[in-house]
């Protein structure tokens, strides 16, 4: 039977590997896929708020260009002409299947895209950075902020890790912030130095860093947290730290004056933003649990902008 034109154009618009393979031109379909593929890629290595318009454009442009070259297809095609199995609505329904297992498993179990949404964990994450963040170890089995399971964290943090957890307070809500304290650790935050254990991890100065959001100049320092070494950011006309007048912290920490004491607990963790008068962490609303952690970012792209 003769493929409908309609069908064609409208499968070439929103999936066009699927339009051609509908009309019967594979070899179409594989270039759609790999011109979809680098579209990605580089949306996704170019976070830049001045090319998201530009990207739409051309995806757009894309979707009408693929769906009237499988409309042609479709028309062109004769009557009686025997169409492949992959052309057929159960071979296109099964393809369609397989690619979402694949794309979702890859999500689940490997990796996953996120991107920053708060300037918290400046300088080191800029607002709006593309991130790609390893799931596998984690045990935290979610895609698109939906949890299908969990299991029993096999992948070691450790302080400095970046992670990307679920928010303790409402578990709908993406964080990202930097573990500092692992469980059993003795964390003191006071006069704007995270003490772990005793030790004061902050380093040398690093001059002033402008906050282009808040037009505001920040002090940088270094800080070492294990092997990981970073820059933080202090605002020193900010409080200190704000108290948790709005927020019960937990039993294990105790606060007085401008002063935070706490223990982590086991399988529990003590985070941070490196935008340290500018993050909302666990000064403010206890640890994260390790069921909680979703994974640990790997790579970071910044907006040129």
Not at 135 to 149: A, C, E, N, Q
Not at 278 to 286: A, F, T, V
Request: aromatic content about 12%; proline content about 5%; overall charge positive.
């Amino acid at each position: 039977m003769k493929p409908k034109k309609w069908i064609a154009l409208v499968l070439g618009f929103i999936a066009a590997p699927l339009g051609f393979l509908y009309v019967d031109a594979p070899r179409w379909s594989a270039i759609s896929l790999v011109v979809g593929l680098v579209a990605g890629l580089a949306s996704f290595l170019l976070p830049d708020a001045s090319l998201e318009l530009a990207f739409g454009l051309l995806s757009v442009a894309l979707g009408v260009f693929w769906a009237l070259r499988a409309y042609r297809f479709a028309a062109a095609s004769a009557e009686g002409e025997v169409r492949r199995w992959y052309s057929r609505w159960y071979g296109l329904t099964a393809i369609a299947a397989v690619a979402v297992v694949i794309v979702s498993l890859l999500r689940i179990f490997l990796y996953e895209p996120f991107r920053a949404p708060s300037t918290s964990m400046q300088p080191s994450v800029m607002r709006g950075s593309n991130l790609l963040v390893q799931k596998w170890g984690y045990g935290h089995f979610s895609t698109m902020g939906v949890r299908l399971g969990s299991a029993e964290m096999s992948a070691p943090i450790q302080r400095g890790d970046i992670m990307v957890f679920d928010y303790p307070r409402d578990p709908s809500t993406t964080y990202l912030k930097r573990v500092v304290g692992l469980p059993g650790d003795q964390i003191v935050y006071h006069d704007k130095h995270l003490f772990v254990n005793g030790v004061d991890v902050r380093g040398k100065a690093l001059g002033e860093y402008l906050d282009a959001e808040r037009l505001v100049y920040l002090k940088r320092y270094r800080e070492k947290l294990g092997q990981t070494e970073h820059d933080i950011l202090i605002n020193d006309s900010a409080t200190p730290w704000h108290g948790s007048s709005a927020y019960d912290l937990p039993g294990q920490c105790t606060t007085e004056h401008e002063t935070i004491r706490c223990t982590v607990p086991a399988a529990s963790y003590f985070v941070m933003g490196d935008n340290r008068d500018n993050s909302l962490d666990s000064r403010y609303w206890g640890f994260v649990s390790a069921k909680a952690m979703i994974g640990k970012v790997v790579y970071i792209v910044a907006p040129r902008s």
